[in-house]
């Protein structure tokens, strides 16, 4: 772990008083303000433990207009706020800087799920809503939520939006942008914007509210919205398959995917030094297959509707034609959905376990479907042979490029100066082979502060124009969630 002193922005901003800070407590009351530092220690570091940053008050506001008031403060005191949801996130695009004048303004006490529709498939919550938790709501009126990641216990729905979340189901249910079907958030004046209204049809111009999906709280702060759903899941049948390569797994892929149709809702490749990564670390997790293997392809078929085969007679059938093809070495089919879950865990939990071992340096980046499998098999050999020590490992979405191209660190090492220059290094190499190969060096994460500065360094200058100009357009005063995704001019 490299915890790090998050890089001060904010020093035209104003420093919040007593006085100030006074004032935000007669706005929120005890319940939605503290500045205890036990209260607000938690916060101010990210996920990783990459960022440490620091902050005079933590601000809980209970709903909409109690945020708008807020805002309006903040704006007319120039004051930073950092906007948070489940502190989840994997570049500190919620973690204030050392500056002492950012406060934070977490979404976590605005958690009411107020309506869901079974009938049109919608459900319309709040910002602070937990995604494991909104899953069971919609589960018990026979619907699902169809995004899911392994930090869906904290994660919230306000941070999933404005990070523009994936996962393991975008294969066939897309990003948060495809899911968002109306939001309303408080723009950096305090003014309330409502597009909660549902439409197919909307053109009256730019769209406002794909702006605010992924702006990382740097335009407004989403604070309710309206979701897609769909129709529970009658059957799934999980599979692990054991493979030699990403290019056999990239095969596989379209196999499944010209036979499977609809039903395949996920693909995930991870290879086996991944896996043993899991096996070790985190309890409870152990080798679906006795036999060993390179790589390893995670699989899920599902079945939504009463008219479809079962998809564990689909999984069969094309497990069987896979094999005979030699798109794939052994393979074993979860037989209860615990077992299936299981599987998922190994997944879900390569982050955890590879944390738990030491420190890596983390790629969150895609790059077109077609050139996944030869990036990893491609670009990772030069980096373990240019710097002797370090082990790439990479896994993720195959289905929609999203690699996840994790480098770790030699054993024994200095890891704070290995950070600092080889480390640095090897991802500036990283991205500029993603860029090569047309792809992005943010693919699901976001830019937070983690990546801010090789974006600057690689994103091409009418794109940083266009960020730059929306930026001041919504916030002149540069107050929302300063020092993430855009850079300074």
């Known amino acids: 772990m490299n915890c790090v002193t998050a890089p001060s922005q904010t020093m035209e901003n104003a420093v919040p008083d007593v006085n100030i800070l006074s004032q935000f407590r007669a706005i929120l009351g005890p ?40 805002i309006k403060l903040a704006a007319k005191h120039r004051i930073s706020l950092v906007p948070q949801g489940g502190n989840s996130g994997m570049v500190a695009g919620a973690t204030p800087d050392n500056s002492g004048q950012q406060l934070i303004l977490s979404l976590r006490r ?90 197919k049809k909307d053109n009256r111009g730019y769209d406002l509210k794909q702006l605010l999906i992924g702006a990382e709280g740097t335009i407004g702060v989403v604070t309710k919205a309206v979701l897609h759903t769909v129709p529970a899941l009658l059957d799934r049948c999980v599979v692990w398959a054991g493979i030699d ?13 010209l036979h499977g149709r609809e039903r395949l809702e996920g693909l995930e490749i991870l290879p086996d030094r991944a896996l043993n990564t899991v096996t070790t670390h985190i309890s409870g997790t152990r080798a679906p297959l006795e036999t060993q293997h390179r790589w390893h392809a995670l699989m899920e078929f599902v079945q939504d509707d009463a008219a479809q085969s079962s998809p564990h007679e689909l999984a069969m059938q094309l497990l069987e034609q896979a094999m005979s093809a030699n798109l794939l070495g052994n393979a074993a089919i979860a037989s209860s959905d615990a077992q299936a879950e299981a599987f998922w865990k190994i997944r879900e939990s390569i982050a955890e376990a590879e944390r738990a071992a030491g420190p890596a340096l983390q790629h969150d980046i895609s790059v077109p479907v077609a050139a996944m499998a030869r990036f990893i098999e491609v670009e990772a050999p030069p980096i373990e042979a240019a710097y002797p020590g370090t082990k790439t490992l990479a896994f ?71 960020l730059r100009a929306i930026k001041n357009a919504f916030d002149p005063l540069g107050i929302m969630n300063p020092g993430k995704l855009v850079p300074l001019a």
């Open 31 to 70: 319940k939605g303000y503290s500045d205890e530092n036990d209260v607000i220690s938690p916060w101010l570091t990210d996920w990783r433990g990459s960022f440490t940053g620091s902050s005079p008050a933590l601000l809980s506001p209970a709903n909409t207009q109690e945020v708008s008031a807020v």
């Open 245 to 257: 390569s990403p290019t056999q797994a990239y095969e596989l892929l379209l196999f499944m995917q």
């Open 396 to 466: 993720g979405h195959l289905g929609d490029g999203n690699i996840h191209f994790h480098v770790t660190a030699p054993d024994g090492i200095d890891i704070v100066n290995w950070y600092a220059h080889d480390g640095k290094a090897i991802t500036s190499h990283v991205y500029d082979r993603v860029r090569a190969y047309g792809g992005s060096l943010s693919a699901e994460h976001g830019i937070g502060q983690a990546k801010i500065a090789e974006f600057e360094r690689l994103a091409e200058p009418a794109r940083l124009a266009a």
């Open 110 to 199: 605005m958690n009411s799920i107020t309506a869901i529709d079974a009938d049109d498939g919608l459900v319309m919550c709040d910002a602070g809503v937990i995604l494991q938790n909104l899953h069971e709501a919609a589960a018990k009126v026979g619907r699902r939520f169809p995004l899911t990641l392994g930090g869906k216990g904290s994660a919230t729905i306000g941070g999933l939006i404005s990070t523009n979340a994936g996962g393991t189901q975008v294969l066939r249910h897309g990003t948060m942008r495809m899911l968002v079907a109306g939001l309303e958030a408080v723009l950096p004046d305090g003014s309330i914007y409502d597009a909660m209204a549902p439409l």
